[in-house]
């Protein structure tokens, strides 16, 4: 097991320790003001173009077409959604994913299967071969995936340049952005 694997992993299960009640209480706020499941999953692409369920906190209204965030109706979004959106919890169900090894906690945003754009750039620059990640250089950078050229020189540059200390300073980037 490399150090970034094992560095996942420790910090994703204390993470989903410390966090449980935040998710139980974001579930119960869902469930309660809205009709529809708590977890969200939708197929995403993942390592080597593999594809795997992602999890999150369902922020849109049940029956919103599976389409990127930047293309889906703004009134998609519910009130609850708009606030576990704004403080990163809606990811904190990607936790599991990356306990089991499909994702990890810094790398490239997953994207839509549809988003073939944004596929053939990461093919093509070599992104594809590393796990997607819960945040990355491009989220904190304020990148996302409505510029896929951009995201794609993003997510290969953060490749180049990937460390236990540049993962660090990503995680604390994305918690405090803003």
Not at 79 to 97: C, F, H, M, S, Y
Not at 111 to 137: D, N, S, W, Y
């Amino acid at each position: 097991m490399d150090a970034k694997r094992a560095f996942d992993l420790v910090v994703a299960a204390a993470m989903l320790v410390v966090t449980s009640p935040v998710l139980v209480v974001a579930m119960l706020v869902i469930r309660a003001t809205s009709p529809g499941p708590a977890i969200f999953s939708q197929v995403r692409v993942g390592r080597a173009g593999a594809l795997f369920a992602c999890h999150k906190l369902r922020t849109m209204h049940q029956g919103t077409p599976s389409l990127p965030t930047h293309e889906a109706p703004a009134n998609s979004v519910t009130a609850v959604g708009k606030v576990l959106r704004g403080t990163k919890i809606d990811e904190l169900p990607q936790l599991w994913n990356v306990l089991k090894g499909e994702m990890s906690l810094v790398g490239p945003r997953p994207c839509l299967p549809t988003q073939t754009e944004l596929i053939g750039h990461r093919k093509a620059l070599g992104v594809l071969q590393a796990f997607p990640g819960i945040t990355g250089l491009a989220q904190v950078r304020g990148i996302d995936m409505s510029d896929p050229k951009l995201c794609a020189e993003t997510d290969a540059e953060y490749l180049k340049t990937a460390s236990i200390g540049l993962d660090i300073r990503i995680l604390i980037g994305t918690i405090y952005r803003g």
